[in-house]
């Protein structure tokens, strides 16, 4: 079983930058595939992106991409969430999730929150206009 916590969240202008941390405990990140999820109010739990165990794969949701990227440190058992022309519709709670490596080959998967077995428990990033 492996714990993971969120950092990084806090209050930023539109139009800035923020980097958020996922740092895990029990276990080693590097075999599992890591999401990042995110829940506004009143909104249903969704997908921002996911790098896989190894890396290699990386998928976004359309309405993030080209503003974040994902990168993990295996050695330091964390993965990074780095965001960029933030807009106030990115406001919201965001969650880092792991899941094994083998249950997973799609983005449909991916980005499917059943797809986790371990969450966070979030950290609140505030856009401001």
């Known amino acids: 079983q492996v714990q993971v916590v969120e950092s990084g969240g806090g209050l930023v202008q539109t139009g800035g930058s923020l980097r958020l941390s996922c740092a895990a405990s029990g276990r080693t990140l590097s075999i599992y595939d890591m999401g990042w999820f995110r829940q506004a109010p009143g909104k249903q739990r969704e997908f921002v992106g996911v790098?896989?165990?190894?890396?290699?794969?990386?998928d976004y949701a359309d309405s993030v991409k080209g503003r974040v990227t994902l990168s993990r440190d295996n050695a330091k058992n964390t993965m990074y969430l780095q965001m960029s022309s933030l807009k106030p519709e990115d406001t919201a709670v965001y969650y880092c999730?792991?899941?094994?490596?083998?249950?997973?080959?799609?983005?449909?998967?991916?980005?499917?929150?059943?797809?986790?077995?371990?969450w966070g428990q979030g950290t609140q990033v505030t856009v401001s206009s």
């Open positions: 999730a792991a899941g094994p490596n083998y249950r997973c080959s799609g983005y449909g998967c991916y980005s499917r929150p059943s797809s986790y077995d371990y």
């Open positions: 790098i896989s165990w190894s890396g290699n794969r990386l």
